[in-house]
């Protein structure tokens, strides 16, 4: 971890470090906490066990028993609230009741509260551990979703400012997640209109090339996006995975929801057919739904621009609002 490789060498002075920062900032004053809480010492094993749990539960997308994961890391952070990894997790499991909210038969208003929760945690971890940009993509994506709900535009331009060092720290990861949080924006919007920007320019990203936004030169994209991030750091946010095992699949079938809601459903017609060049296609739960909606892009263009009901389910949501708007990329 960079943050205490760089702390390593005033370890042994850290009682007095620890003084006499506490005269200067209270920024230094939380690194040296962090490094003297054990840098790079093992994870607690209640911290393990919790991970296992959530991750189990996760990729089986058993929201059933989320609470149960819920309750086991969070207890995990309450024994080491130093842990960004336990804090980060905490985070995601709000941020997963949240965002799956359409599988509950009735949603209570009460469930935005997890977005404010997923925020403190997220805040946490990425101040603990501010070398993974996911954490700050995420604490972004939670800071934007409670300044819709607030109506905020203070805390929506803070959010936008978080997001760009996201960003900009991997690119690969957090331009999907910048288009992901704003693609519930009116589709004639110019939030709406960046957002699908920011999922072509993964793309290129993650293929090194170039595209025009119509699709026509996808055919060797598939190829060509495997070729340029397989080994690289890229390989995790660009291509399927243990820990997201179908990335690619959930990445396409978002992208062409966004095409579809943006009134070009043959490209998106395009972009849906990508997901079925990845390699575990057939192993994807939500084949179907990629297939319905190839079928139905012309049609969907209405159905994924119906104005929301305040305390209605949507009928047809796009991706975001789905049912599996993360278990679409991580359920095995
Ligand atoms: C487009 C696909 C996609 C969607 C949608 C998605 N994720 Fe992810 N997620 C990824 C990828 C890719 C990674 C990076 C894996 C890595 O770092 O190796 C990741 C990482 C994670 C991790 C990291 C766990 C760890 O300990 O390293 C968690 C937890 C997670 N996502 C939760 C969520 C939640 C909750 C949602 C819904 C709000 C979500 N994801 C939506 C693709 C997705």
């Known amino acids: 971890m960079k943050r205490s490789s760089l702390l390593r060498p005033l370890q042994p002075f850290i009682p007095t470090a620890f003084i006499a920062a506490l005269a200067i900032t209270g920024c230094l004053v939380a690194g040296l906490a962090v490094a003297q809480a054990g840098g790079d010492a093992p994870r607690q094993?209640?911290?393990?066990?919790?991970?296992q749990?959530?991750?189990?539960?996760?990729?089986?997308?058993?929201?059933?028993?989320?609470?149960?994961?819920?309750?086991?890391?969070?207890?995990?952070?309450?024994?080491?609230?130093?842990?960004?990894?336990t804090a980060a997790h905490v985070g995601w499991l709000h941020m997963w009741r949240a965002a799956e909210r359409n599988r509950l038969e009735h949603t209570p208003p009460s469930i935005t509260d997890d977005l404010v929760l997923a925020r403190k945690y997220f805040a946490r971890a990425s101040a603990l551990d501010p070398a993974d940009?996911?954490?700050?993509?995420?604490?972004?994506?939670?800071?934007?979703?409670?300044?819709?709900?607030?109506?905020?535009?203070?805390?929506?331009?803070?959010?936008?400012?978080?997001?760009q060092q996201a960003v900009k720290d991997w690119p690969a990861f957090n331009l999907f997640t910048a288009g992901y949080v704003a693609s519930n924006q009116p589709a004639d919007s110019e939030g709406f209109r960046q957002a699908l920007?920011?999922?072509w320019q993964d793309l290129e990203v993650c293929?090194?090339?170039?595209?025009?936004?119509?699709?026509?030169?996808?055919?060797?994209?598939?190829?060509?996006?495997?070729?340029?991030?397989?080994?690289?750091?890229?390989?995790?946010?660009?291509?399927?995975?243990?820990?997201?095992?179908?990335?690619?699949?959930?990445?396409?079938?978002?992208?062409?929801?966004?095409?579809?809601?943006?009134?070009?459903?043959?490209?998106?017609?395009?972009?849906?057919?990508?997901?079925?060049?990845?390699?575990?296609?057939?192993?994807?739960?939500?084949?179907?739904?990629?297939?319905?909606?190839?079928?139905?892009?012309?049609?969907?263009?209405?159905?994924?621009?119906?104005?929301?009901v305040p305390g209605q389910k949507p009928a047809n949501p796009i991706m975001l609002g789905s049912a599996f708007s993360c278990t679409g990329c991580h359920q095995r």
């Not at 094993?45 to 991970?51: F, S």
């Not at 397989?230 to 992208?255: I, K, V, W, Y």
């Not at 192993?283 to 139905?296: G, T």
């Open 45 to 51: 094993p209640a911290a393990v066990q919790a991970d």
């Open 53 to 85: 749990l959530f991750l189990d539960t996760f990729h089986r997308g058993d929201y059933a028993h989320l609470q149960q994961a819920l309750e086991a890391e969070t207890a995990a952070y309450l024994r080491n609230p130093q842990d960004a990894q």
């Open 133 to 163: 940009a996911r954490f700050r993509g995420f604490l972004a994506s939670a800071m934007l979703a409670e300044a819709q709900l607030d109506r905020d535009d203070a805390l929506r331009q803070q959010g936008m400012a978080v997001m």
């Open 197 to 199: 920007e920011l999922q």
């Open 207 to 308: 293929a090194h090339t170039r595209l025009d936004r119509h699709g026509t030169d996808l055919d060797r994209f598939s190829q060509a996006m495997r070729g340029a991030s397989a080994g690289t750091r890229d390989a995790r946010a660009c291509l399927n995975s243990a820990m997201a095992p179908h990335n690619e699949e959930g990445f396409m079938l978002n992208m062409g929801d966004m095409l579809t809601k943006s009134g070009d459903w043959q490209t998106a017609t395009k972009i849906y057919a990508l997901a079925q060049r990845s390699p575990d296609y057939a192993q994807w739960p939500y084949r179907e739904v990629l297939e319905q909606r190839i079928r139905d892009a012309q049609a969907n263009v209405v159905a994924f621009n119906a104005p929301g």
